[in-house]
């Protein structure tokens, strides 16, 4: 099996994370668990996003968030934008990239956005067009790209023309969401075939979320067919509201172990990691669900793994 | 890719995942949740184990449990066996097969079974030789094939030569353990690759814990190599025993969706196999992590999945 030498892991929890969580985190420790993250050797954290605060409260000091924390040289601080409004708002806290997001079906681009597909292109053209000026630089999310919770499954080609027109406006990179995290491996293959067909493998990025549990055998065949970056949370933060337990994006720490394990260079440092992970877990008030943890929670507990079994 | 149509899961809950629980299940529960995975389309299900009690209290029960099941035509029900005392008392109760187990490892064998490797081959032949003259079949375990808790990591070669031996004394299958689920498809490969240049892949079988969250992509990669029979727990029963959540083996709902989802015929009905995990669930007294029950709770609590994200 033909492997990367290197990827890039992009923390997306204090974003996609934290919104996703029922309850609001203070500033001061959002701040802090951001600057925490920057020691970990992660090159990429999405800090927060711009939405407006009546559609996601939990965000809603992305201004303060984004002018508070501690910049590390040599990593990037990201947010997500949805208008020209929130652009002007993350432009003003010295945002280094942003990222647009839309959805490859119109069932969940209507729910998330209130708009058709071919409504949104026009709103991320004008943000685009805006951020450059600014010279930041500007990632594209696509959401749904194998399966919408209205609509169903999500053919390959309708990916394949979101993310081409995303490209013409200019971003630099597209992250392909399994929003609901029901994707499998021959699902994904046949994603990135169609993509790979019109994008070279590293101007795409892979974001799953893990609630069947399939996000790292979805990641080993991306990495198979030579994707390099991949999008995770910090204590696979982002499950929904009201389940203890769900399960929100890939969390970063497993991603990062199955990676290193396999010899891929991620320049994280897994303890560090899992500090910053138990550090929100504190805030955040509930057991986070990630398997690196819960080794951690043992390992201080004195337990060792379960070795008189078969 | 190229994926196997069909694969056999064998059910291992009721004994690898019960005895590394620290509760006792009461009997006719234990009977109550067997009846039940006989009727989920499972084709094999491990029921018991004849380890002295005073090894594995939690099994203790294994001839009532084996004489009180409602035996479905077409399953196969097994028991562990470790030496010639256990074969009597599971011969006793008609058991339909049986397995015999070592690891790859001395530090594992030695802690495990309390012999070294060589000391081993001997036992597990006198058991082999007198199940065949009953014509009962016979299943090898392999433990530690990636790596021991006490020895590090374990050779490929280490691992065919113990397979070697089994095979010779005539197990019809061996089912490599990856014991303490640190494992990742790029030792899953190298292993493998060793192994299928003296067997081929229907006379393997893959047995994933899943401590670091890797067993599906581990599975997928054992998939791709033309292995068709995993081992797996339903509920993902088997942690360690002191630590809420701890991973025992790769759940088999988990591995069941992520096989259908690829168009891999397992034969099992997905609810009544969730059924069967709540049933088990209720009687052990504790949340059990898989994804799949995970997410019937979101439903059955009114939840979706978190459709408002990117």
Not at 48 to 62: G, M, R
Not at 248 to 258: C, K, P, Q, S
Request: glycine residues 8%.
């Amino acid at each position: 099996m033909k492997l990367p030498t290197k990827v890039t892991i992009k923390e997306v929890g204090p974003r996609d994370g934290l919104q996703n969580e029922s309850k609001f985190i203070d500033t001061k420790d959002k701040i802090e668990w951001i600057n925490r993250l920057s020691k970990t050797g992660l090159s990429y954290i999405e800090v927060s996003s711009f939405v407006h605060p009546k559609w996601i409260p939990q965000l809603a000091d992305s201004e303060e968030v984004l002018k508070s924390i501690q910049k590390k040289p040599g990593v990037t601080y990201a947010a997500l934008v949805p208008n020209i409004r929130g652009l002007e708002r993350a432009l003003n806290c010295q945002v280094d990239e942003i990222s647009v997001f839309m959805s490859a079906s119109e069932g969940h681009n209507k729910q998330n956005i209130n708009k058709t597909i071919d409504e949104t292109f026009p709103v991320l053209k004008e943000v685009v067009d805006e951020a450059k000026k600014a010279n930041v630089k500007v990632r594209g999310y696509v959401s749904t790209v194998i399966a919408c919770p209205y609509d169903g499954l999500v053919a390959p080609k309708q990916v394949l023309k979101v993310a081409d027109r995303l490209f013409d406006m200019g971003v630099y990179e597209v992250s392909l969401g399994d929003t609901i995290g029901v994707g499998v491996p021959t699902q994904v293959e046949s994603l990135l075939e169609t993509l790979l067909k019109h994008f070279p493998p590293n101007l795409l990025a892979m974001h799953f979320h893990d609630t069947r549990g399939t996000a790292l055998a979805n990641v080993l065949k991306s990495l198979e067919m030579g994707i390099t970056t991949f999008d995770s949370s910090t204590g696979g933060l982002g499950g929904c509201p009201y389940a203890k337990g769900a399960s929100g994006n890939v969390a970063t720490e497993d991603l990062n172990y199955m990676l290193s394990a396999m010899h891929i260079e991620t320049g994280i440092n897994p303890e560090a990691l899992i500090d910053s992970a138990f550090f929100m877990e504190e805030k955040i008030g509930k057991i986070l669900i990630s398997k690196q943890m819960e080794i951690a929670r043992n390992e201080r507990s004195g337990n060792l793994d379960n070795a008189r079994t078969v």
